[in-house]
């Protein structure tokens, strides 16, 4: 539900509230839906321009529950599943308020704005189910059951959600938890820091505020239940704190509640709110209040035996006197009025003319969903279905279908001008539609984004196809589901018998890429066809040999000796006598070695990162790239929860392990830079084509024996370093015979010159004696290619300064000083030439290149 304001008051005396605390060795419920949107938020670095870095979010999942591992902490993940008629206002709010902000997302603004992309929690719910982590689906809204399996294990609960400072649990707010291990003071095992909230060190600090009054608290600040502002006329006759104390005015309210709560019993404060409201509003406001009252008082969870887990206790009925129900208060006594009729008349006009009429104050679904008299049972169910449901093998969408008969596309970054990027798969909702709800013939509302920036209602059209009911899915063969599946996507069996070949866990997203190919508009490029591809190998080939690695600094850092080792040596292994018939893609894959996918990550890391000048150019962003990957999301998406609901006839795909978002969006932009693109694709740089092999040979001579060598000083090396020191030398002459030698600029270029002079005169000796030879593994070249260019630098300087003075000597030193700098800066120059094509400072080398281009067969 959420208490505005509550989390950022406590936040502001984080002192007060929150307890320093060492995590490790509990059990840990966590707030599935929660952690999943702040770990993406908070701990994921990724760009949201470009639709979903899904394989970067996974690495942060599998990190978490990693680092929860070490510590001997036990993870219960608790995911929400449907939403509640009561939660329609803020879907529909964060809807509308999600399609505006992506609207404005691109290269330049994402720094300032983000967004979630379309398979955030879907990538969540994977890695939690291949690391089989205990964990369950409610049927609808989680954090009641959290609470109540919190209570009844003693352990806290990991979420950033203000509904648990008001439920008697022990709570760690995840804005304090600490993403790193640290060591245990008296033990050898681990430990994470984080903040412990209990509500008894609340109430304690309020003057021993009764606990049952806590859900009282919620009710006045506003949640999904009513609004806030039905209470205007309750705040007026309780007294606030100044606001030099508390500057913001949701604070103030904040503090005025739990101050008069302070002094009032259960009971009490319920006669009192609702005296002060109008006669027709008190039933409503009555019924809700204990609505939100049994919302955070525990129980024991139905949830449970899906974890596997024992519970230490019994949870009892402690808060008595918060279970006296509000509506019978309003029954029994006859509630009177308080405060004069100036009161109503001063809080009506803040509403509307209609004083009388209590939508204007509540809460309401949209107009188009009503909230129904019946009330959902998940008995209508089969039980299979609710086992799978609440073992999260299902999304909670499913949930809505069969209790609200709605469904929500999530909008996500696409081409406003084209239409939403979810109709592609409205074909494949109205199947699902037909499978879960096959004896209703009512049609499935969806909620999409609409033309005008804003969202819209639909109805699925009706779905043609014979499919088997919910109660007929668990007697079919899988054989059969296949081909239900397959017509459904209006794909013939024959024409994909060929997935037979490829990796289980591959076979289902090709299946969305063809479907892709078919349905898209505007229609699919080859360009678009082979990035997904491309990403695809990358992600499951190279990947799992070298590493996961997503910065070119860190991997040229990692693998750079690595990398040249394998450019001086590389062998092409070719056997044409192999039999074609008997290779297959799987043994294909198989024969990457580890050596092949550093040379392919090496050319292929920078897609993975974002090109600096898009950052500041908008020019450079092409949102019509993205509209199609978009559409292919939407596909995957649903396509992936179809073959759920027919049990799997395909392996399940996790998008994080085929989808970047970033690489895809810089390959694909980069193949459409291409005139022929199957002639670049045919390049020496995709192997499948060809195989290059370059040779690097290098031969050193050197002589190590120390000799007086008096020809060096005849060549053009030895010639511009007697230069420099005789330049050097004279300008110091120059700045010592006068009087202005020892002020600031003198004996700054008097330092630079004699330092210039000892240092090129000790190189000097060094070359003459070929102590520089003798040394060769030093590199001379790369040293003194800084040192002249710093000493140009200091020359330049000195030079400026002593031409500024009035007498002959410095401005003879400052011509002395600019001739020695242009010697330097030249040699500086020698030196970078002679770095880069790899010669000796003193001594030979010779190399040679031999490049040789293998055509190897096609499959």
Known sequence: MGVRGLTTFIAKSAHKYLKRHELHGT?????????????????????????????????????????????????????????????????FSRLRNKVKVVK???????????????????????????????????????????????????????????DFYVFDVLYIPFSSFEMNLHKLKNSSGYCIHCSLYQVENFMNIYGGISQSNLPLVATLLGND???????????????????????????????????????????????????????????????????????????????????????LKEISQSNSSSCVDAVEILNDVNVESEGSSDDE???????????????????????????STEVFSTDKIPDWFTDKFRRCEYPSGFMDILSKEVYFFIPQLEDYSNVCSHHISVHLLSAINKILRSDNKKPLNYVARSENVSIAKYN?????????????????????????????????????????????????????????????????????????????????????QIGFCRSSTKFLNKFEKKLNAISNSVTVESNHNEDKS?????????????????????ELIKYFEMEEKMKTYLKLYDIHILDCFAQFQSCLLHIKHLNALLNKPYATCLISDFYNGTFLYNICANFMKRNNLDDYMADPGFPAQHTTTTTVTSNTRVQTNLRWDPSYIRRKEGILKAAQILLSFLGFICIQCTQYSVSSVGKWYSTVSMFAVWISAILLVFYLFHLIEKFYKIPWIKFELFYCGIIALCFL?????????????????AFFGFSAMVAYTFDAYLKFLAMRSGELAQGERQISKETTTVTTPTY
């Open 27 to 91: 059990y840990l419920v966590i707030d599935g839906n929660n952690i999943a949107s702040h770990l993406y938020k908070w701990h994921c670095t990724k760009n949201d321009c470009f639709g979903g870095d899904y394989d970067r979010y996974a690495k942060v999942i599998y990190d978490f529950f990693k680092l929860l591992d070490d510590c001997n902490i036990i993870p219960l993940v608790i995911f929400d599943g449907g939403y509640e008629y009561k939660k329609f206002k803020t879907v």
């Open 104 to 162: 404005n997302l691109n290269s330049v603004t994402q720094s300032s704005v983000s967004m979630f992309p379309l398979f955030l929690r879907d990538v969540f719910v994977d890695v939690v189910l291949k690391l089989k982590v205990k964990s369950v689906r409610c049927d609808f809204e989680a954090d009641y059951e959290m609470a109540c399996l919190a209570r009844s294990l003693n352990c806290p609960v990991l979420s950033y959600d203000s």
């Open 225 to 311: 239940y009513v609004r806030r502002s039905l209470f205007r006329n309750f705040y007026k006759h309780i007294k606030s704190p100044k606001r030099k104390q508390v500057k913001s005015r949701q604070q103030r309210r904040i503090v005025s509640v739990i101050k008069w709560l302070q002094n009032e019993t259960y009971d009490s404060a319920v006669r009192k709110i609702l005296s002060r409201l109008k006669t027709n509003q008190r039933r409503f406001v009555a019924h809700h209040i204990k609505l939100i009252t049994e919302g955070y008082v525990c129980k024991n969870s139905k949830y449970q035996h899906y974890l596997n887990i024992e519970t």
């Open 345 to 371: 008349d001063s809080d009506s006009s803040e509403t509307s003319s209609n004083a009388s009429d209590v939508s204007v104050n509540l809460i309401e679904p949209e107009e188009e969903f009503q909230e």
């Open 460 to 544: 699925t059209p009706f779905c043609k196809i014979k499919l088997p009911t919910l109660h007929e899915i668990p007697y079919i063969k899988s054989e059969d589901t296949r081909k239900i599946l397959l017509s459904i996507l209006n794909i013939k069996f024959e024409n994909v018998v060929f997935l037979d070949n490829l990796p289980s866990n591959w076979q289902l997203y090709i299946l969305s890429i063809i479907y892709w190919i078919k349905n898209a508009n505007p229609a699919v490029t080859y360009c678009h066809v082979y990035s997904m591809v491309l990403c695809m190998l990358v992600l499951n080939i190279v990947d799992p």
């Open 582 to 602: 008997k290779v297959t893609f799987i043994s294909l894959i198989n024969s990457v070695t580890y050596n092949d996918c550093l040379l392919s990550m090496k």
């Open 797 to 813: 300087i000195a030079s400026c300064m002593t031409a500024t003075y009035a007498s002959k000597a410095f401005q003879a030193g």
